[in-house]
């Protein structure tokens, strides 16, 4: 089968949606660029890092995932969603996360265990790799259960690792397919209001999904 090329900019549409969606109009000017990979359109108010975070073995597991290319439709799922599923390499979202897709596959194969990858982005940001914003974000995707314990346990790990850094991330959101976490890292926040749990249910995941199959402006 013949995919478009593979890049990362699906789950760069996807953030933005899942952000404007579940959080409100504070991202509604959001473009998707690079260096971070999401922006505030023509101001420095909001750069958003977008990457994906695995535990560590999971590389050898995802091999034997059956690709999507090869699904069947199920009750409720219409042939164009299984067309757009099929053709796109793409599922993230879709069926509980049961599926990755052939492109989805090379995404999740970069992917480092979650405090890897948080400590390089740290740096990154900490360095001015990213640019000037007035406020950072760290938008990571995990195609494994995230509960919010595992939640706390980054927050804490970030705020650790980033407290003697002048440039920082503030928010830090955890989308793990039907779970989303927006956790606030700021300075002088109590314990209890670091982390807003959210459930993302199946229709939301299907209109990131397919909104973030349009490749015209990519």
């Not at 000017?29 to 695995?54: K, Y």
């Not at 995404?107 to 400590?119: F, L």
């Amino acid at each position: 089968m013949a995919y478009r090329k593979y890049d990362t900019c699906f789950f760069e549409r996807y953030a933005m949606a899942e952000l404007r969606e579940v959080l409100g109009h504070k991202f509604d000017t959001l473009v998707n660029c690079d260096r971070p990979d999401l922006q505030s359109q023509g101001s420095d108010a909001l750069g958003i890092e977008v990457t994906r975070a695995m535990e560590g073995g999971r590389q050898a597991a995802l091999k034997m995932l059956k690709d999507i290319s090869g699904i069947s439709a199920v009750e409720g799922e219409s042939a164009s969603d299984i067309n757009a599923m099929k053709s796109s390499g793409y599922g993230y979202g879709l069926r509980e996360g049961g599926f990755i897709g052939g492109l989805e596959l090379d995404y999740w194969m970069g992917a480092q265990p979650m405090k890897e990858i948080i400590a390089n982005k740290v740096g990154k940001v900490s360095s001015g790799f990213y640019g000037n914003f007035r406020e950072f974000g760290l938008f990571v995707f995990s195609n494994d259960r995230v509960t919010l314990q595992n939640a706390y346990s980054a927050v804490m790990y970030t705020l650790d690792i980033q407290k003697a850094l002048d440039v920082r991330y503030s928010r830090l959101y955890i989308s793990a397919v039907t779970d989303f976490y927006a956790c606030n890292l700021e300075d002088d926040i109590s314990f209890e209001y670091r982390i807003s749990p959210f459930t993302v249910d199946e229709l939301q995941r299907k209109e990131f999904f397919l909104s973030s199959l349009d490749y015209r402006n990519v």
